[in-house]
Structures are given as structure tokens and as C-alpha cells.
């Protein structure tokens, strides 16, 4: 194997006066986290640490692998772009590499998403999404417009903008001095419904607590309204009724408010569509935000799509005020185009699609088994199992029980990588992500079932001692 392509670790020595094998990364996990395993290599779905020990990805990395690992078209392309050109500054050079991915993308995405801005991640895009929505309102002569509405819970990214938009206050709680303000209206939940509400009746009520917030605050001051059509993993794959989605659009467009849609983790094929509110398709956004899968994990890359028009008008008015270094980058560009010709050539959607069914029914399955789990959630293969103490009034375990990172814990021993987050320290649910890449086999399907089925059966195992833990 070539320099350029090696990914296991190698005897060579420690640098400076670190010990191998001493924790580095000091800020990733507190004093006492257990270690986790060393990778050694990766292929397809499967991941090999230094041990020889197999694992299955169940989650695609952070919901972000969609091609798996190892992909020969993918690297190909990574390495003849790095041999022609790694780097070359949006201000200085244009880049094939890049208008091809933005012409591309731009066919994939349909009419109204003209507009490429190439940026290295997630909370990146989510920002200059934020930004861009603030000039066009400049453009247009609207300056008091600046609010931004989003749902609580939900999450948008760690960047301080994206931050304040985020809705979780523990994270508030700690940051909450350096961000402005953002109003929150509560997600439309499908699992916990209010007492009172059926499951449509409890998202036309959020819906209306979203047009009353945009009234209350002042319609002229409201710059735009934020949300992930399917939820990642603050809402445990939240997948809201038809009705919520096409009164969002009403609203926004009763009071001039920009609808951005974050399809973060939901974008680029995952759900069963290459644009996830396509799965509703009279909540059209006026900017969508992409990252994760359309890089699939094989270089840094995010996005923001917007139509001709709107950018039209910011160019007119001195272009966006808004960059990075890596803007626009031929590197993450190219990787961006193979990962995005792969998925459209192999129909991977049409597969998550199809592989995505067959794997909520096994869950389900799995859940009229075990008690712990309470939800099984999602579309396409943005899936979530959601935990409960108490199945009957759908009660969660103490917060300090952690059950999220317990199942991972038991998913790691039996060869399962399991992604999870806790959205508000746990105060909103915990849940598991599985997700895997959409290149998953039948046969790997099978046995990636096989293995969480013994995993939740060794957390229902566990679960009578996690009821004393407190929160």
C-alpha cells in the first residue's frame, strides 16, 4: 500500500516526552473515560483496530460515512486532485474541481439551489447560511430583520452563531454569555405528545406557537426560521407530521421570514431522497445547509445551496461578506464530486431507501422485545432507538445512568459502532443513532442485526441497576 493511502499505526516512536499511548487529546474526554480502541484500517462497513478485532459500522462514523471506508473511486479522486493542485485560494484561482461539484450538485439539489458555497463542515456551513440570510435582507432593504427562530431541541452546530441558534440549554447554560439571544419554539415531537394533543394536533400547535413567536417578536425583525426536516441526533431522528411542514412554509411566507433547511445529517441521500424535505415537497427552503454525507467522511466539506436570485442580489450589493481559508477548496471539492457521482450512479438513495424499511422493521421487532427501547424513529437509514425506564408512561432513566454511552459501551464489546449525543446533559430523551452507509449489504444487514440484537439484550440485562442511579 502506497504512503499516500496508509491509515494503520506503525511502531515508530513516540515524539517528545509523551509515553505512548498517554492521552493527547486532553480536551475530548474527562479524567477517567475509558480508552477506546486504536483503528488500525477500514473497508466497506467494517473497521479493524490494532488488536485484529472486527467491528461493523452501525452509524457511519457520526451519521457521516455514507460510502463506507475505502472507497476506490472516492480516493482515486482525492489523490489525483492532491497531485494537481491541493490548495488554491478562491481569490486568486478558480477551480474545475469546484464548479464541477457546484454544477453537479446544483442538477442533484433541482431548480431553486443555483448557488454553491464550499465550506469544511457542519456548524461552518450553518453559519455562513445565517450570514447570507442577514445580507439578503440588507439587499432587499430590510436591515431590522437579524432574529433567527429555531427549535428547541435542536442543533445546528459548536460555532458561536450556530451555537446560538441551537436549542439546548444545557449547552446555553455554559456559553450562554457570549451568544445573542435567538427565540426557541418547541419541535414537534412525534413520542412524548402532550396531554390533549393527537400527533398532528400537537405540530399545528407548534407551528402556531412558531407564528405567534414571529408576532410576537415583530415580523419586521424576524430574519428567518431554521430547522433539519428529519432531526439528527438532538431529536432522535424526528420525523414531523405532513401538516407541520407545509404550515411552516405558509408561515414564513405570510411574514417574509427565510425558511433555511439543515440537512446536515438528513441531506445527501440518507433518508431515502438526496434532499430530505423532498419528502414534503410544499416546504421548499429558500437555503439549505449540507455537510456529513455529501463528504462522507473522506475530507472535511460542507455547503449552503441558494437560489440565483437571492444571491443575485448580495453580488449586486458587493458580494458576501462572509469566508474561510478553505473556501472552496479543490481537495474537499473533488473528494465532493466522487462522493456525489457515487451515490447517484449506484442509486444508494433508492438503497437507503429500501435498506432503510428493512432495518425499522427489525428494530421494531427488536423493541416489542425489549423494554428499554421505548421509540424506534427515522427515515431512510436515519434511524434512532430511543430508551425509556418505563415503557407504559414513557419515562426516561436518571439522567445520571447515561444510558446512550452504556449501549455504546456494550455495542463496542460485541463488535457494533453505535453513535450517540445528548441533547440537554439527557433531559430530552436518550437515544442511539443507527444508521449505517448505505452501501450495506444484505448480508451485512443480517448480521449488523444479529449483533444488535445482542446488544439490547444485554442492556435490558443491565437496566434493572441503572433505576437507582440519580439525574
Same mark, same amino acid.
Given at each position: 500500500?502506497?504512503?499516500?493511502?496508509?491509515? =494503520?499505526? =506503525?511502531?515508530?516512536?513516540?515524539?517528545?516526552?509523551?509515553?505512548?499511548?498517554?492521552?493527547?487529546?486532553?480536551?475530548?474526554?474527562?479524567?477517567?473515560?475509558?480508552?477506546?480502541?486504536?483503528?488500525?484500517?477500514?473497508?466497506?462497513?467494517?473497521?479493524?483496530?490494532?488488536?485484529?478485532?472486527?467491528?461493523?459500522?452501525?452509524?457511519?462514523?457520526?451519521?457521516?460515512?455514507? +460510502?463506507?471506508?475505502?472507497?476506490?473511486?472516492?480516493? =482515486?479522486?482525492?489523490?489525483?486532485?492532491?497531485?494537481?493542485?491541493?490548495?488554491?485560494?478562491?481569490?486568486?484561482?478558480?477551480?474545475?474541481?469546484?464548479?464541477?461539484?457546484?454544477?453537479?450538485?446544483?442538477?442533484?439539489?433541482?431548480?431553486?439551489?443555483?448557488?454553491?458555497?464550499?465550506?469544511?463542515?457542519?456548524?461552518?456551513?450553518?453559519?455562513?447560511?445565517?450570514?447570507?440570510?442577514?445580507?439578503?435582507? +440588507?439587499?432587499?432593504?430590510?436591515?431590522?430583520?437579524?432574529?433567527?427562530?429555531?427549535?428547541?431541541?435542536?442543533?445546528?452546530?459548536?460555532?458561536?452563531?450556530?451555537?446560538?441558534?441551537?436549542?439546548?440549554?444545557?449547552?446555553?447554560?455554559?456559553?450562554?454569555?457570549?451568544?445573542?439571544?435567538?427565540?426557541?419554539?418547541?419541535?414537534?415531537?412525534?413520542?412524548?405528545?402532550?396531554?390533549?394533543?393527537?400527533?398532528?394536533?400537537?405540530?399545528?400547535?407548534?407551528?402556531?406557537?412558531?407564528?405567534?413567536?414571529?408576532?410576537?417578536?415583530?415580523?419586521?425583525?424576524?430574519?428567518?426560521?431554521?430547522?433539519?426536516?428529519?432531526?439528527?441526533?438532538?431529536?432522535?431522528?424526528?420525523?414531523?407530521?405532513?401538516?407541520?411542514?407545509?404550515?411552516?412554509r405558509e408561515i414564513c411566507d405570510r411574514h417574509g421570514v427565510l425558511l433555511i433547511h439543515d440537512e446536515v445529517m438528513s441531506g445527501g441521500g440518507r433518508t431515502g431522497a438526496f434532499l430530505s424535505h423532498a419528502h414534503w415537497p410544499d416546504c421548499k427552503a429558500d437555503l439549505i445547509v449540507m455537510a456529513k454525507g455529501i463528504g462522507a467522511g473522506y475530507l472535511p466539506l460542507g455547503l449552503v445551496l441558494a437560489p440565483r436570485e437571492l444571491v443575485e442580489t448580495v453580488a449586486a450589493g458587493g458580494g458576501f461578506q462572509h469566508g474561510?481559508?478553505?473556501?472552496?477548496? !479543490?481537495?474537499?471539492?473533488?473528494?465532493?464530486?466522487?462522493? +456525489?457521482?457515487?451515490?447517484?450512479?449506484?442509486?444508494?438513495?433508492?438503497?437507503?431507501?429500501?435498506?432503510?424499511?428493512?432495518?425499522?422493521?427489525?428494530?421494531?421487532?427488536?423493541?416489542?422485545?425489549?423494554?428499554?427501547?421505548?421509540?424506534?424513529?427515522?427515515?431512510?437509514?436515519?434511524?434512532?432507538?430511543?430508551?425509556?425506564?418505563?415503557?407504559?408512561?414513557?419515562?426516561?432513566?436518571?439522567?445520571?445512568?447515561?444510558?446512550?454511552?452504556?449501549?455504546?459501551?456494550?455495542?463496542?464489546?460485541?463488535?457494533?459502532?453505535?453513535?450517540?449525543?445528548?441533547?440537554?446533559?439527557?433531559?430530552?430523551?436518550?437515544?442511539?443513532?443507527?444508521?449505517? !452507509?448505505?452501501?450495506?449489504?444484505?448480508?451485512?444487514? =443480517?448480521?449488523?442485526?444479529?449483533?444488535?440484537?445482542?446488544?439490547?439484550?444485554?442492556?435490558?440485562?443491565?437496566?434493572?441497576?441503572?433505576?437507582?442511579?440519580?439525574?
Open positions: 500500500m502506497s504512503t499516500l493511502l496508509r491509515n =494503520d499505526l =506503525d511502531d515508530r516512536p513516540p515524539l517528545g516526552t509523551l509515553a505512548r499511548g498517554e492521552p493527547i487529546q486532553v480536551f475530548a474526554a474527562p479524567p477517567g473515560t475509558p480508552a477506546r480502541p486504536q483503528i488500525a484500517r477500514a473497508l466497506g462497513i467494517e473497521m479493524w483496530d490494532t488488536d485484529g478485532k472486527r467491528y461493523l459500522d452501525a452509524s457511519s462514523g457520526p451519521v457521516a460515512c455514507n +460510502l463506507g471506508y475505502g472507497n476506490r473511486r472516492v480516493l =482515486d479522486a482525492l489523490q489525483s486532485q492532491a497531485e494537481a493542485a491541493a490548495f488554491a485560494n478562491v481569490s486568486h484561482f478558480e477551480s474545475r474541481a469546484n464548479r464541477e461539484f457546484a454544477e453537479r450538485l446544483a442538477e442533484a439539489a433541482g431548480p431553486g439551489y443555483e448557488r454553491v458555497f464550499v465550506v469544511s463542515g457542519g456548524s461552518e456551513a450553518n453559519e455562513a447560511a445565517l450570514k447570507l440570510a442577514r445580507q439578503i435582507a +440588507l439587499s432587499r432593504g430590510q436591515p431590522s430583520r437579524w432574529k433567527v427562530v429555531s427549535r428547541q431541541p435542536s442543533y445546528h452546530g459548536s460555532t458561536l452563531g450556530a451555537l446560538a441558534v441551537t436549542g439546548d440549554p444545557a449547552a446555553h447554560e455554559m456559553f450562554g454569555a457570549m451568544l445573542k439571544p435567538m427565540p426557541k419554539v418547541p419541535a414537534p415531537t412525534t413520542y412524548r405528545i402532550p396531554s390533549g394533543h393527537d400527533a398532528e394536533g400537537w405540530a399545528l400547535a407548534c407551528a402556531q406557537v412558531l407564528e405567534d413567536t414571529i408576532l410576537a417578536e415583530g415580523p419586521e425583525s424576524v430574519l428567518a426560521f431554521i430547522q433539519e426536516p428529519v432531526g439528527g441526533v438532538s431529536t432522535g431522528a424526528l420525523v414531523p407530521e405532513a401538516a407541520y411542514m407545509r404550515r411552516v474561510h481559508t478553505a473556501l472552496g477548496n !479543490p481537495l474537499s471539492c473533488a473528494v465532493g464530486l466522487a462522493v +456525489l457521482e457515487e451515490t447517484l450512479e449506484r442509486d444508494l438513495i433508492g438503497r437507503a431507501a429500501a435498506l432503510g424499511a428493512k432495518l425499522k422493521g427489525r428494530l421494531e421487532d427488536m423493541a416489542g422485545r425489549y423494554p428499554i427501547i421505548g421509540d424506534v424513529r427515522g427515515k431512510g437509514l436515519l434511524l434512532a432507538v430511543e430508551f425509556v425506564e418505563d415503557r407504559e408512561d414513557k419515562r426516561p432513566f436518571p439522567i445520571g445512568a447515561n444510558v446512550p454511552a452504556r449501549v455504546s459501551r456494550i455495542a463496542t464489546e460485541n463488535g457494533l459502532i453505535l453513535y450517540m449525543r445528548r441533547t440537554n446533559g439527557g433531559r430530552d430523551g436518550d437515544w442511539v443513532m443507527v444508521s449505517p !452507509p448505505l452501501i450495506t449489504t444484505d448480508g451485512e444487514l =443480517d448480521e449488523l442485526s444479529e449483533r444488535l440484537e445482542k446488544t439490547f439484550a444485554q442492556a435490558q440485562e443491565e437496566s434493572s441497576s441503572l433505576r437507582s442511579i440519580g439525574g
